[in-house]
């Protein structure tokens, strides 16, 4: 089954408010994370990336946290924008077998 | 820098013919990655090469499925006598080589939506 998988298919948040988004992962030997977004009809786009010697990593409006004990990842986005609807995946990197990707959170902004 | 190319962007096939799909990596890019993600779904991993390698095809079915990454030109997913549950999008990545940026991350092209009829 997945390694990798979100714990809420839809999340809708009001514009302006803050929105987290939640992975769990089951391979504890993983060493590298990825959140992208995707939206309707394009390819993932990067947003933001931790190792597994980090516990927080800070992006622009965006931040990561890695929780090892529990193999917890979330996605915080701050003062959330309609540009920020789409669908957000978080992969998990455990060497030459590529990515592995959990299903995704639909985000929706309301106005 | 333009970013990893896919074409075409959208390809319609009929039951048995041959499905090609292009994918040219980020400049200064050496690992290429094939995945193919249906509806409502995340990507599934198919196939990771390097220049005139195949590093690991451990997610690419066994038959009517092959991929290259000639020493020129672009990397190729080749499908041959397709059936309707080959539909779906088809993303390639890039990653560059060890010593630049970081290996591990991978960017997206826009992909090829692969319809078959």
């Known amino acids: 089954g997945e390694s990798v998988g979100l714990h809420l298919p839809t999340l809708s948040v009001q514009e302006g408010d803050n929105s987290i988004i939640n992975c769990a992962y089951s391979?504890?030997?993983?060493?590298?994370f990825i959140w992208y977004k995707q939206e309707s009809g394009k390819g993932p786009q990067f947003i933001i990336d931790?190792?597994?010697?980090?516990d927080k990593r800070q992006g622009q409006r965006v931040t990561v946290l890695l929780n090892k004990t529990v193999k917890h990842l979330s996605l915080q986005i701050a003062a959330t924008q309609p540009g920020d609807s789409a669908v957000y995946f978080c992969?998990?990197?455990?060497?030459?077998?590529?990515?592995?990707f959990g299903k995704g959170t639909h985000l929706i902004i309301q106005p | 820098n333009a970013g990893v190319m896919q074409n075409p962007r959208h390809l319609v096939r009929r039951r048995g013919q041959e499905a090609r799909l292009r994918c040219s990596p980020m400049k200064g890019h050496s690992h290429v990655y094939w995945y193919r993600q249906l509806p409502e779904e995340g990507l599934k991993f198919m196939v990771y090469l390097q220049k005139e390698n195949i590093i690991d095809e451990s997610g690419m079915p066994k038959e009517r499925f092959s991929a290259e990454f000639p020493k020129e030109g672009p990397s190729i997913l080749r499908i041959q006598q397709v059936v309707r549950g080959d539909s779906a999008a088809y993303f390639c990545?890039?990653?560059?080589?060890?010593?630049?940026?970081?290996?591990?991350?991978?960017?997206f092209g826009p992909g090829t939506r692969l319809t078959v009829l």
């Open positions: 992969a998990e990197n455990r060497g030459a077998d590529g990515l592995t």
């Open positions: 990545a890039s990653s560059p080589p060890v010593g630049r940026e970081d290996p591990d991350t991978q960017y």
């Open positions: 931790i190792r597994s010697n980090m």
């Open positions: 391979n504890s030997a993983s060493d590298y």
